[in-house]
């Protein structure tokens, strides 16, 4: 029971911003060792806890009367606490909120300051700047963006299969695609011959993904129904 204790108050706060800040897309989603994992809430543990205590002093000085509670402002008192089931339901709840609002704020201001000042020194050393995104994955198709690809494998030399991208696996199983409409994309682009914007290799799995050009597929798809009415137009005139 007290090992329990201990992993809510002391591991569990950093736990949650770590997983935030996963989500909202700072870090790539990777597995991590239970040491890894235990290093990580650790360190992350502090900022969040600090808010955490200090939101919850605030509010038991605010409720003033309330009920025989008591301000936590060292490690003694957090331990005292951690014995009441009170304490631990609103420590848990105020983590997970205040955990949320600190990930989200690194991941809008924090995360950009600091890749700014890393690629400040990796320029002054002459070394390539970090994109904005974890990984090559995440940098190509995780832009909520419409993208329309062709999927093959390099060591073939038949054409690989052409559709719009609906779903996109994340980062770490970058071997799920889901495409949709890939008869009519295949069509438009053998029609229209769209260049290839982009292409995307993963050597170890031996595939490509061709990105083509988003501005080329939006310009055929506004003149095609232009051409089939010229071309049904001219068949009616034809047969008459």
Not at 15 to 35: A, E
Not at 64 to 88: T, Y
Not at 107 to 122: C, S, T
Not at 153 to 177: A, N, Y
Request: some cysteine; charged content about 20%; glycine content about 6%.
């Amino acid at each position: 029971m007290e090992n329990f204790i201990s992993t809510i108050v002391f591991l569990l706060p950093g736990f949650l911003m770590y997983f935030w800040i996963q989500s909202f897309g700072v870090n790539p989603v990777v597995k991590h060792s239970p040491t890894e994992m235990g290093a990580i809430s650790a360190l992350l543990w502090l900022p969040v806890s600090a808010t955490t205590l200090l939101v919850y002093n605030l509010i038991i000085i605010i409720a003033g009367r309330m009920a025989a509670l008591r301000p936590i402002w060292d490690l003694d008192d957090l331990k005292k606490g951690s014995g009441s089931l009170f304490f631990l339901v609103s420590f848990l709840t105020l983590s997970v909120v205040i955990s949320f609002l600190m990930g989200a704020i690194w991941a809008k201001w924090g995360e950009p300051l600091q890749r700014k000042m890393i690629n400040k020194i990796r320029r002054w050393r002459g070394a390539a700047e970090f994109s904005k995104n974890a990984s090559v994955w995440d940098e190509i198709f995780l832009a909520n963006e419409p993208q329309v690809v062709e999927i093959g494998k390099i060591d073939k030399d038949e054409s690989g299969m052409i559709g719009c991208i609906d779903k996109v696996s994340r980062s770490f199983e970058t071997e799920r695609l889901s495409l949709n409409d890939v008869e009519y994309f295949t069509s438009l682009v053998k029609k229209y011959c769209i260049p290839v914007s982009n292409i995307y290799l993963d050597v170890k799995a031996g595939i490509y993904i061709k990105i083509f050009d988003p501005e080329k597929i939006k310009s055929a798809q506004l003149s095609q129904p232009e051409d089939e009415c010229s071309i049904s137009s001219s068949e009616v005139e034809g047969s008459e």
